[in-house]
């Protein structure tokens, strides 16, 4: 039982350090987290872990970590994921998504065929931005003609 325990921790684990931009050990004590590294943890933990069959994520493009790799180990996982989103990229990878005005639902939509074609282009330049970003995390220098627009 305790070795279970410790592979599934050590998973854990594992898979937060890929959805982070920041690599971190399991000695590492919590309240030393960045924030990417503890939203990571937050993902990971439900995605691998709770039985739970829904989990809300909140402007997960914002946490710091790799918001596809996240979304498809929720549903990998069989996971309902509710996400609160400004993200265009995010909000079109959806089959559906409600609109929210005035603190209560005005609309439910369903994702186009045509919005499904415009989420490709913007799934290239989002791949391109995750680029730039790990290369900034590393320190290296960015030469602009690497990304062309």
Known sequence: MVDEVSRIVQKIYDTANILAGETFSRETP???LSGG??????????ALLSPAPVVLIDEIENAGVDKVRSLELLVSNNKIVLISTHDPLLALSAD??????????????????DEK???????????????LRNRLR???EIEFSDFPV
């Open 117 to 131: 074609k415009y989420l490709k282009g913007l799934e290239k330049v989002d791949r391109k931005l995750t680029l």
């Open 96 to 113: 559906q998504r409600l609109v929210i005005q005035n603190g209560g639902i005005s609309k439910l939509l369903k994702t186009t065929p």
């Open 30 to 32: 919590v309240t030393e």
């Open 37 to 46: 590294q503890s939203r990571a943890l937050m993902i990971a933990d439900p």
């Open 138 to 140: 590393r320190g290296e």
